[in-house]
């Protein structure tokens, strides 16, 4: 899909407003358009050559303010004509009107006036107000008005009056003109309509930018007018992206479908690899074109070692080469990129060892560093660089290193979250006996803790032969009996010689046993251990009855006529899922019967371990498993050979038969009687 940014070619011009041109670019065709840029440009200037329309003066606002004056004037009267009231107080009466200022020094002078002076100060404010209210007041012309009934105060007023006039007739001029909008929009619209379109010319072979000219937006007008910025559809662009896409496809689901699916069944692991080639695809396509400082940042080594971490070294080594070849295509056919990112990354895959140990992403991080300051060498010595340019390539390739050592570790984790995946270094962690689960296990139930041990060793032989994950069967023996924790006495590798199921009838036992599948996927929540895990603890056991119990209830109905509930002895599932989860169950049954049965010879080990393998192929456990005959055939022989080890088979010699009748230390349980074999179900019957 990224590939598919590619399949329109780029401009046949790149300029950018604001910036030099880069070299003449001559017009390939005579053409006139109209510029909407210029016309645009004319039609903006007319408007704003139209200035603001106020409407006419508001004679009603004159009057208000005249009206205004006079209601001030007659409660001055009132307080002028008050005998009785002190000079103070009357003062304090006037300075309270809130419409108007009235100084202290006004005040004053309104008090101690004859009643002819302030007629006199009464009728020349009222004529200044109206006089100056007739004419055009606008908003910001308010203070010139002002200044205006100052300077029209009649010249036969005292200096006291004159005071007055000039303190109060300005307070009462107000704007009485505003702006009108509608008729100012009409004007401006009609200034618009009024532009003639702008036409601009270009002849063909006319130089349109010389180089080094500072590009504007009309010259951009014109090169898209010419065609010159118009993009384009090249066909044989086209089939050259979507070869490279088909081929790149192709080889990488041919290889999973041949060695990935049987061994990742599940289409999470699909997802996961289509997210991550989705993502460093993307990343190329935005840090790479251009041959900057991010075309040699750019981590492509860190998809490497992620695929080699999560899937295998075989899948990794084949997206680096087609990653590789991407990128270099992106790049625009650079072989000194192809290299760098091809050599930088199998380096990295290669030398990338212990990855249960951070420390050891940073490693191979550095040594794909040094293989990328290698491939500078090689590329850009033989062209005599600068010395500064070159030191800052060589820099920028140990920098990529450590910025793929990063983003490996964080991306391991961002996946561990995200996908619900688990990883090699989350398989670590989950691998230390000294785990809080472990550790519960081992104080708890003892026989189950080294049960779980044997298990796991058993298995992981077992995977590693036939190619599957080794550490994830090992870590999932680890807690495939976690549930066991919860009742140990109950369970046979935990009893001490008094067997508490000897009080119970066969319904509660087998009840008691199976919950250790629902106990251990609740611990397993509890503990926070990955969904991957969890399917052992589940699948372990399958959907196999828990014969022992299930015979007993049988013998019991024979007497009292009952019908025995075969569901009631049955673990609820489910069969196993995948190749390592059928593993386990195999050698959990084996190891179970193996130490309860105690073969002393190659041929009595063939045959548990035949038998038990056989049993569950019939009875269909293993349908869902993934595994083939061909694997079943390699992981008995790897149970036989690990057992032959274990119990140390010999030849016997005369007299072994006598030593072996004798009677057993204290403490040693004798060998105890071996079930018969069972259809449809493993011949030995695993301990619950």
């Known amino acids: 899909g990224i590939m598919a940014l590619n399949l329109v070619t780029g401009p046949q011009v790149s300029v950018v407003v604001g910036e030099p041109a880069a070299r003449d670019i001559i017009a390939s065709q005579s053409i006139t358009f109209e510029s909407a840029l210029a016309t645009q440009r004319q039609k903006d200037n007319a408007a704003a050559s139209v200035g603001t329309i106020y409407s006419t003066p508001d004679l009603s606002i004159g009057r208000a303010g005249r009206e205004q004056a006079q209601v001030i004037f007659n409660f001055v009267d009132v307080v002028r004509a008050d005998g009785v009231t002190d000079a103070g107080t009357r003062a304090r009466y006037l300075h309270a009107i809130e419409t108007i200022t009235i100084e202290p020094q006004i005040a004053v002078?309104?008090?101690?006036?004859?009643?002819?002076e302030f007629s006199a100060v009464k009728d020349d404010i009222l004529r200044i107000v109206e006089e100056v209210m007739r004419q055009e007041i606008r908003e910001t012309g308010v203070s010139e008005a002002r200044r205006t009934a100052r300077?029209?105060?009649s010249f036969y007023l005292t200096t006291p009056q004159e005071r007055v006039v000039t303190s109060l007739a300005p307070q009462f001029i107000v704007a009485n003109t505003f702006p009108d909008e509608s008729?100012?929009?009409?004007?401006?619209?009609?200034?618009?309509?009024?532009v003639e379109p702008v036409l601009h010319s270009a002849t063909k072979g006319e130089r349109i930018i010389r180089v080094g000219e500072i590009v504007d937006a009309e010259d951009v007008e014109m090169l898209e007018q010419?065609?010159?910025?118009?993009?384009?559809?090249?066909?044989?662009?086209?089939?050259?992206?979507v070869t490279a896409a088909v081929l790149a496809v192709t080889v990488i689901i041919v290889y999973w479908q041949?060695?990935?699916?049987?061994?990742?069944?599940?289409?999470?692991?699909?997802?996961?690899?289509?997210?991550?080639?989705?993502?460093?695809?993307?990343?190329?396509?935005?840090?790479?074109?251009?041959?900057?400082?991010?075309?040699?940042l750019f981590p492509a080594a860190a998809l490497s070692m992620l695929v080699a971490v999560i899937f295998d070294v075989r899948l990794s080594i084949l997206v680096t080469i087609v990653e590789a070849a991407l990128v270099g295509y992106i790049a625009g056919n650079s072989l000194e990129l192809t290299a760098y990112y091809a050599v930088g990354s199998l380096i990295a895959v290669l030398t990338l060892r212990d990855v249960q140990r951070i420390n050891a992403f940073f490693r191979?991080?550095?040594i794909a560093a040094v293989a990328n300051m290698a491939v500078i060498v090689v590329f850009r010595l033989p062209q005599d660089p600068q010395p500064v340019e070159f030191f800052q390539l060589l820099g920028w390739a140990l920098a990529n290193g450590l910025i793929t050592a990063s983003l490996s570790v964080a991306g391991l984790f961002f996946m561990g979250s995200v996908f619900g995946i688990i990883t090699t270094l989350q398989l670590q962690e989950l691998s230390r006996l000294d785990h809080p689960l472990l550790q519960e296990l081992l104080r708890r139930a003892p026989g189950t803790y080294h049960h779980s041990i044997m298990v796991a060793n058993l298995a992981e032989?077992?995977?590693?032969l036939v190619a599957a994950s080794g550490t994830l069967v090992r870590v999932g023996a680890f807690y495939h009996d976690v549930g066991k924790i919860n009742r140990p006495p109950f369970f046979t590798e935990n009893q001490a010689g008094l067997n508490p199921h000897e009080n119970?009838?066969?319904?509660?036992?087998?009840?008691?046993?199976m919950s250790h599948v629902a106990d251990g996927l609740a611990l397993a929540r509890q503990y926070r251990l990955p969904d991957r895990i969890r399917d052992f603890i589940a699948e372990h056991h399958g959907d196999n009855l828990v014969i022992a119990f299930y015979k007993k209830a049988q013998e019991e109905a024979e007497i009292s006529g009952e019908e025995v509930d075969s569901g009631r002895f049955r673990y609820p599932g489910p069969r196993p899922r995948s190749r390592e989860t059928g593993i386990v169950m195999l050698a959990d049954s084996v190891e179970a019967a193996s130490s309860a049965l105690r073969p002393d010879t190659e041929a009595e080990i063939e045959r548990l371990v035949n038998s038990i393998v056989e049993g569950h192929l019939k009875a269909g456990q293993l349908d869902n498993s993934g595994l083939t005959l061909g694997e079943l055939q390699h992981i008995r022989s790897s149970f036989i050979k690990t057992l032959k080890g274990r119990f140390h088979v010999r030849v016997r010699y005369p007299g072994n038969e006598e030593m072996m009748r004798q009677p057993m230390d204290a403490g040693i349980s004798p060998e105890p009687h071996r079930p018969e074999p069972v259809p449809s179900q493993p011949a030995v019957e695993p301990r619950p």
């Open 258 to 296: 041949v060695f990935e699916r049987q061994r990742m069944p599940s289409n999470r692991y699909l997802l996961i690899f289509a997210f991550l080639i989705l993502i460093f695809t993307l990343g190329a396509k935005l840090m790479v074109p251009g041959r900057t400082a991010l075309s040699y």
């Open 109 to 116: 002078d309104i008090l101690t006036f004859t009643p002819a």
């Open 461 to 464: 032989q077992a995977a590693e």
């Open 504 to 513: 119970l009838d066969p319904y509660s036992s087998a009840r008691i046993i």
């Open 226 to 241: 010419l065609g010159l910025l118009r993009q384009h559809t090249d066909w044989a662009q086209i089939v050259s992206v």
């Open 364 to 366: 191979a991080g550095l």
């Open 183 to 194: 008729a100012t929009e009409q004007k401006r619209n009609e200034a618009i309509a009024a």
């Open 151 to 153: 300077s029209q105060i």
